[in-house]
């Protein structure tokens, strides 16, 4: 009696490596409920749409003092940006264009933590290093991002919110150390030119 026949076995596609789920910020995680006494939803509310916002606001900006204030102390004495961290640069008419870090090599390489949270909480050089924006209507933030590009995405955001989107000609502004301040701007290279002959004729 020939033996049965054995079926090949069935070849499984390899299972797709699933991808982990973005997680949602706190609170969006978290949902108001719809049910329950009315102070419990009040207080839900408050928490997960006012309180939360505003910590975390809060962060960012403490987490943007202490690097510049990082940046601060390990650029102290550089002469390239004179103990700023960055280079703001200038346009013709002296307003700021833009921000840089410092190419220049840091000075320290290590700097006290306590030191770092001081300069970030207290003095008046806790915004130094920090850029904010001002609009034509009144609306104005202090110096709180880590470069012009961020802050102007603030601002493109506030003319968004207030003006439809149109520019009513805000601008960003820096805040930094009097050293950078007052250091003068670099000026451009004279463009060169050709020397007079030598052999010129005399009159």
């Known amino acids: 009696m020939p033996p049965a026949k054995r079926k090949p076995a069935r070849r499984s596609t390899a299972a797709r490596r699933r991808k982990p789920a973005a997680r949602k910020h706190p609170t969006r995680r978290v949902k108001i409920p719809r049910g329950g006494p009315i102070h419990a939803r009040l207080g839900s509310w408050l928490v997960l749409r006012v309180v939360a916002p505003m910590v975390a606001d809060r962060r960012s ?56 949270n001081r300069a970030a909480r207290m003095g008046a050089d806790k915004r130094t290093g920090l850029v904010g924006w001002t609009c034509p209507c009144g609306k104005k933030e202090k110096p709180r991002y880590r470069d012009a590009k961020t802050a102007t995405k603030a601002l493109r955001a506030h003319e968004k919110t207030k003006h439809g989107g149109v520019s009513v000609g805000g601008a960003w502004y820096a805040q930094q150390t009097e050293a950078a301040a007052l250091a003068p701007s670099q000026p451009a290279p004279a463009p060169k030119t050709r020397k007079a002959s030598a052999n010129a004729a005399t009159p």
């Open 61 to 116: 900006v403490m987490q943007s003092r202490k690097d510049a204030a990082i940046l601060r102390a390990t650029h102290v004495g550089c002469p390239t940006c004179h103990g700023n961290g960055q280079i703001f640069t200038k346009g013709k008419d002296g307003s700021f264009t833009g921000s840089k870090p410092c190419p220049a090599k840091a000075t320290k390489e290590k700097v006290s933590r306590v030191e770092i």
